[in-house]
């Protein structure tokens, strides 16, 4: 009775996570008569009561609130269609472009053209699976020259770490600047040699994100690669690798 696996773990569909009642099914777990069970292959998180399994493979679902990155490939007369790395299209319509007034029959190439790359935050997901985003908020708005690169969805989390711990490191050891994106979309812009050790960096953490320490493992690695972050600790390692949503 109790719990059945071991914290960090990896489960497959069918195995046995917990027996009894003193453990609730989480996301991605469901409970047949008095046994919890995997519903898909992810790393087992035990947060308290609950029992859930962290995906380490999967599509990105978007949701409002979500922040994306994404890049413009058509223009209408009052809006721009983006292509947010999914099969989910968006549209941002002038409105939610700029908090200054856009004249109606504005140049919107002026503003936002084909291929430019944006970080949005999405407004909604409509029943014709298109999404409505903005850019009228902090940190959002048209990016300037820079990598992009692209890691599985289900990492994101583990990129990001605890508050912002794992990305606020490597911005800080690399000298880059760094957005993230819901969907999968990483922006980096530094020094062409710090972009690239960023990019390994995130890499590295995609692929070795089922792993324990792996805060230290990073920092250690940008040790190697003469880069030195600043903003490590021991409670922020402890919290980075207590990871709620991986």
Known sequence: MGLLVENKTI???GDVLAE???YLPGENAFRDGEKIYSSRVGLVSVDGRAVKIIPLAGTYLPKA???IICKVFDLT???WRVDTNTAYPAMLSMMEASNSY???GANLHKILTINDWIVAKILNVTGQNLLDITLKAPGLGKLKPGRIIEVSPVKVPRIIGKQGSMVSM????TKCQITVGQN???WISGLPEDELIAVETIQKIENEAHTSGLTETIDAFLKSKGKTSSG???QQTENSEEENEL
């Open 77 to 79: 007369y009052s809006a």
């Open 170 to 173: 490597i911005k800080d050891a």
């Open 20 to 22: 009894g009642m003193d």
């Open 102 to 104: 856009i004249e109606k």
């Open 11 to 13: 489960a497959v569909p």
């Open 232 to 234: 490590i600790n021991n």
């Open 65 to 67: 609130g979500d922040r």
């Open 184 to 186: 999968g979309l990483i």
